[in-house]
């Protein structure tokens, strides 16, 4: 029992000298601008979390390694733990913290009240504070128009919509993709379900089978486990898919037809541009389609589906929807 | 709601229930016949993790189904060593441990996909194997003869293990070591050799299971965490089967079938909470486990319990 107690200690102050090593040679380089990121999934899950490490990767690779850095605690969709690991970065100095998700709100508003030299962003959502970003971005907008299109391009007059849980980013998507369909044909029938997590590909792909054997030839969905989803639908001749969040076409080249990509580079950028100039929060970034954070990327491979004269009215209605003579209404 | 009830819905969702069960029907056989040696292994979800991340690797880099397939057996062998060591040698409280192994494995393949692939990549899984003659019965052709092998053989390790348990030796020595250690011990069986091999073979199916939610499928991809609580489902339903390998078929199937019920039953918008349907295959097996009071059966008495001769617990 001695030799144990004794073997913890032993164990204990090593990793406390580690800390205190770690810490030192984080004060030598001090005037580093240093970045941390928390994310609800994998740093490569395709989808949301990948879209923002690589715009917080780009912006400090624009800066010069030497200036800027990055660290990220991924994988933590729980809120509380979420809540230490922000507390954390900034206990340890960190000049910008992202929190990238809508779940992240309360902790991230508690710690940042106790770091007001700190700059914290979170998102999507609409609180703010003196020291506080919050980024929204419009994925309805990109979803009417993919909504539209789908309605001119379905053959079996069936849409499948494959959710995660009935909220935040996914619920927005949703709505503009149905009103989209809607406004071009009112009579197609959009089958809209939730596997009730963001992050159980199987089931994603099962729910797309569903739908599938339910007729519908076109179907999108959010979140990181649309993965599964799209395995779904390549598997199928004829069934094709709308992404979100990021380019997803690597993904499955012979089915997706265009992604929603959020430009998180310029997103970031923005943050630190107004960190450095002494402005460190208090406004709602949006990621739409007239700043250009938004960005409808077609799968070059899939053009053919996509007939000029089709592509030459989704422009016109892409440009409406930009300047607001289309409204998309979101969820009350 | 007619629409529902079309036959290709209807063939659909029994076809997807048997696909849904196949990873249960791996992961609970494999795991009834480690407690049926009284351990458990709470680290199926993270031998499964760890299964469907080097099944998937080896297959994508050697092209080769089955050399990723064997890969995943080595590696679910060695996941079973790791815990057969720390729950038999070194006496472990076995929840504990368990917890150790779910966490290993959940970090263990996350780490090796970053290393070595880095990000998500897709290949061609196993395709499905219709049975000449069976396939062409009616329903029941399209749901159980038109699957890929592994359905197959996770379909035929129900009456294998349930042989193995009942009619052989190496079944008796198993509930015995399981039932009453030390009287096992005074005939002259090993413990300890019946309990690795029982969670060792439990933990290769386990890491079958992974490797069934990647190259499983049709397009195969692994992703982190594919698992999502799969193995913990399988644990369960051991419980649930009351420690016979029917019983898990059963299990296997009920929760599958509903599961896949539910998915579709969302798509025709009944007008209620998606919540509802998502928890139906948690709440039926709950109540259904509740009800079964008839014929209830208990545990393998020396569940959890570690053997030391001469030392009752």
């Known amino acids: 029992m001695k030799k144990l107690l004794l073997s913890m200690m032993v164990l204990v102050l090593l990793a406390a000298g580690l800390v205190v090593v770690g810490c030192a040679a984080e004060e030598a380089q001090d005037d580093t601008l240093k970045i941390g990121l928390i994310l609800p999934s994998g740093r490569d899950d395709m989808s949301w979390s990948q879209g923002m490490y690589e715009g917080v990767n780009a912006v400090i690779a624009n800066m010069g390694a030497g200036n800027a850095r990055m660290a990220v605690t991924e994988n933590v969709p729980n809120p509380v733990d979420a809540g230490a690991a922000i507390r954390d970065y900034a206990n340890q100095g960190f000049n910008i913290i992202i929190a990238h998700g809508s779940q992240y709100q309360n902790p991230l508003m508690e710690v940042a009240a106790d770091f007001p030299e700190v700059t914290f962003a979170h998102g999507t959502a609409f609180e703010t504070a003196q020291n506080i970003f919050a980024y929204d971005p419009q994925a309805q907008l990109g979803a009417y128009l993919f909504g539209w299109l789908a309605a001119q391009m379905t053959e079996s007059q069936v849409l499948g919509i494959v959710g995660p849980v009935r909220a935040g980013d996914a619920i927005k998507y949703n709505y503009g993709f149905i009103q989209g369909v809607e406004a071009a044909d009112p009579s197609i029938r959009v089958l809209e379900s939730y596997t009730g997590s963001f992050g159980d590909n199987i089931q994603a792909k099962e729910m797309a089978e569903a739908h599938i054997n339910a007729r519908a030839d076109i179907l999108t969905g959010t979140a990181q486990q649309v993965v599964g989803a799209i395995q779904a639908v390549s598997e199928n001749d004829g069934v094709y898919w709308f992404a979100n969040d990021t380019d997803q076409s690597p993904l499955a080249p012979n089915s997706i037809i265009a992604s929603q990509a959020y430009s998180w580079e310029t997103v970031v950028q923005y943050m630190v541009d107004s960190h450095m100039a002494g402005k460190l929060g208090g406004e709602i970034i949006s990621l739409d389609l007239t700043n250009e954070r938004i960005q409808l990327v077609f799968n070059p491979v899939l053009m053919d589906l996509v007939p000029a004269d089709l592509m030459a009215e989704f422009e016109v209605l892409k440009a409406d929807v930009a300047s607001g003579a289309i409204q998309v209404r979101l969820p009350e | ?313």
């Open chain 2, 1 to 313: 709601m007619s629409e529902f009830f079309q036959a290709t819905v209807i063939l659909g969702l029994l076809t997807a229930g048997v696909r849904l069960a196949t990873p249960f029907l791996f992961a609970g056989l494999g795991e009834m016949l480690s407690q049926r040696s009284g351990v458990l292994n709470l680290g199926v979800e993270g031998i499964m993790l760890i299964g469907a991340f080097v099944s998937f690797y080896v297959a994508f880099e050697s092209g080769n189904l089955y050399l990723g397939l064997l890969a995943a057996v080595l590696a679910g062998g060695f996941m079973g060593l790791l815990t057969a060591f720390v729950s038999v040698t070194m006496k472990a409280v076995q929840g504990i441990s368990g917890i150790g192994i779910h966490i290993l494995g959940l970090g263990l393949s996350g780490l090796f996909f970053r290393l070595t692939m880095g990000s998500i990549s897709t290949m061609r899984g196993f395709p499905r194997l219709a049975i000449p003659i069976l396939k062409d019965i009616p329903v029941l052709g399209r749901v159980l003869f038109n699957q890929n092998w592994m359905v197959y053989a996770a379909l035929l390790l129900v009456p294998i293990s349930w042989a193995v348990i009942y009619k052989t030796t190496f079944g008796l020595k198993v509930r015995s070591v399981g039932e009453n250690p030390h009287a096992a011990d005074s005939l002259g069986i090993s413990v300890t050799r019946v309990r690795y091999i029982c969670v060792i073979i439990g933990s290769i199916m386990a890491s079958i299971a992974g490797a069934f939610l990647t190259i499983g499928q049709h397009e195969a991809a692994f992703v982190n965490n594919i698992a999502a609580g799969r193995g913990f489902i399988a644990v369960a339903l051991v419980y649930f089967a009351k420690w016979n390998p029917l019983g898990v078929l059963a299990g296997a199937f009920l929760f599958s079938m509903i599961d896949a019920f539910q998915l579709r039953i969302q798509i025709i918008d009944i007008g209620i909470p998606y919540e509802i349907p998502v928890m139906l295959p948690y709440i039926v097996t709950i109540v259904v486990l509740a009800l079964s009071t008839r014929g209830r059966v208990l545990g393998p008495t020396a569940l959890t319990k570690p053997f030391v001769r001469g030392v009752h617990t």
